[in-house]
């Protein structure tokens, strides 16, 4: 029995900002873009992996959400403390300098780490993490 990634999500409370960043400035394909009962959720991946999506939802994807929940939501996305995405590259440095050029929040120039990578950080649009990492030697 195999298993794979299929699909991951992130929370945005933009998502024009949203695939501005994820399809202009990262190069990612929106492969969906869906809406329903208000809210929306777009589809975007790497061309390379056609089998791996990343969607990009509402912060609370649930329309009988409370008003107390949405806020709190809100709050925690603000403070980018929902979810993270690493990215590998085969050129962190060339990725850090792209983004940093399109205007992205630097959290962590490129470094070399003791655990075999060299990476740096930034938060998207919305304020969550992403990490892009490159294999040592490579």
Not at 15 to 37: C, P, Q, S, T
Not at 59 to 73: C, E, G, K, T
Not at 98 to 105: S, V, Y
Request: hydrophobic share 40%; glycine share 8%.
């Amino acid at each position: 029995m195999d298993i794979k990634l299929s699909q991951c999500f992130i929370s945005v409370d933009d998502h024009d900002k949203a695939i501005a960043f994820y399809r202009d400035v990262l190069g990612l394909e929106v492969r969906n873009d869906v809406g329903f009962e208000g809210m929306r959720w777009v589809t975007v991946g790497s061309p390379s992996q056609p089998d791996v999506n990343i969607v990009l939802e509402p912060p609370v994807a649930d329309p009988n959400a409370s008003p107390a929940d949405r806020q709190a939501m809100a709050e925690l996305m603000a403070k980018g403390l929902l979810r993270g995405v690493i990215f590998a590259t085969d050129d962190c440095d060339a990725m850090f300098e792209r983004i940093r050029a399109a205007g992205g929040e630097v959290l962590q120039e490129p470094m070399d780490q003791p655990y075999g990578v060299r990476d740096c950080g930034f938060r998207d649009p919305a304020g969550n993490l992403l990490r892009f990492t490159q294999a040592l030697g490579k």
